[in-house]
C-alpha cells in the first residue's frame, strides 16, 4: 500500500520519515556506494527541503520497504540541475505538465516477496501509484535518472521508458535519463510485471491534495 506524504508535512509522519531516509540510505550509499550526502543514519539531499511528493511502499506490518520522490521540472531538479550532461544539449526539461521521479528505492531485504515476478511487488505499486497521482494532476510525462542496471530490470519487464540521449557515466555508474509517458499502458504494464490486480493507494490523490487545479 502506497502513502503519500508532502515535504511540508514531514514532521507529522517522523516515524515514516526516518524510515525512508535510512532506506535511501541503505540503497544508495550502503549497497550502490554513489557519493550521497548523508546525516548520521540519512541519506538527505537539498531537494528534500523543496517541498517534494514522497510515495511510500507499506507492507502488511506497516513498515516502509520502498519510496519515491515527486518534483516539478519548474522548480529545481536533479536532472535539469544536477546532471544536465543527459539531456540533449543540455537544454533543460521545463514544463508543469513534467515532473521528475527521484530517490526510487527499495529494501530487496523486505518481505515484500518477488518471486518470479519481472518486478517487485513495491517497485510496482510506487509505479502505479505515481501514475494516478499523475493523472489526476495533469500531468503528462515522468523523467528520472536511473542506472543501467535499472533500465535492463525495466526494460525486461516491458516497462521501460524512453531514452531522452544517450547513456553517460556518472562516476562509476552509466546513467539514462529517461520519460515515461503516463497513462492506461503504464497502469497495465506495471501491473502486469508486479502482479498487482488490486488498488493501491491508501488514498485517492485528490484525498492528499494532488487533484488537478480548477
Known sequence: MIKVIHGHQRHLFPREIDAMHRLRKKVFHQRMQWQVPLINDWEVDGFDAMDPVYLLAMDEADQVVGTMRLLPTTGFNMLNDIFPQLLP??????S?????????????DAKTAQGDRPLSIATAELAIASNEIALAAGVSHFVAVIDAFMHRTFKRAGCAGDPISPPRKIGNTLCYAVAFTMGEKLDADFRR???????VMEKAPEENGLGMAA
Not at 510485471?193 to 488498488?199: D, M
Open 193 to 199: 510485471a508486479g502482479g498487482i490486480t488490486w488498488p
Open 96 to 108: 508543469p505538465r513534467i515532473w521528475e521521479v527521484s530517490r526510487l528505492a527499495v529494501d530487496m
Open 89 to 94: 544539449e543540455g537544454s533543460p526539461v521545463y
